[in-house]
């Protein structure tokens, strides 16, 4: 399985309808892959927080349209990233949207953790309360979002549901880059799964992004890494190796803790 992460630069100066119109076009320009997937909250800026609410969106609004065009067009399955949605009652949630070869929805995912503790996103967003997972052909995908990641009871839920293949789309701050490295490995080797991590870069809201997304494999090896600018990574995935290695290593089963069955 090809999968290309799109590592976009988040610019002040560049209109989020552009930066829509950009993006498609990148996921076009991946219709050799098999997955591509797009980072958090990079039509506004995960940071941007006086824009939330300006540039708040039902589920099926621009952002939906022209990312199910892109996937679509590419012919691939498309992990949107996230956006700022709004529900018809008013609550905003930063929803990631997850798109078939054929440019339809299969699934949409509201972030449970939110970042920011009293403030920010915090305290103007909604939480999601639902673990999701897709199944694509060779894979089963478990979506997580940024601060998500801090979670390890998450991805475990993930794993149990059936995930092999963990994506987590952020808008990860420089300052803390090397927590995003560890804990996505940390994640890919506590469930032997693949981790495919990916960030913005630029800088909005005057917070520089990490940039660095990252394809970790089931034993934590990184398979892939970008740098801080904009950056497209594209990696051949085994999915054999996920059942191989829990097969050859077998952790998992030893679980004594939590309420899900062992695999």
Known sequence: MRASLIQIAVDPDESVEDRRARAA????????????????????GAF????????AEPLEGPTHQVMAKAAAEAGVWLHAGSFVERTDDGILFNTSLVFSPEG???AFYRKIHRFGFDQGEAVMMGAGE????????????GLATCYDLRFPEQ??????????????????????????????????????????????????????????SIVVDPWGEVLAEAGADEEILTVELDAEKVRTTREQFPALKGRRLGLASPL
């Open 25 to 44: 076009a990148l996921v076009v320009a991946q219709s050799g892959s098999d997955l591509v997937v797009l980072p958090e909250l990079w039509p506004v």
């Open 48 to 55: 941007a927080y006086t824009a939330f609410e300006a540039e």
């Open 104 to 106: 339809e929805r299969a």
């Open 130 to 141: 639902e673990l999701v997972t897709v199944a694509l052909p060779d894979t089963t995908l």
């Open 155 to 212: 991805f475990r839920g993930l794993v149990d549901a059936g995930a092999e293949t963990l994506v987590v789309a952020a808008g990860w701050p420089e300052r803390r880059r090397s927590h995003w490295t560890l804990l996505a490995q940390a994640r890919a080797v506590e469930n032997q799964a693949y981790v495919l991590a990916v960030g913005t870069a630029g800088t909005h809201a005057d917070v520089p992004q990490a940039g660095h």
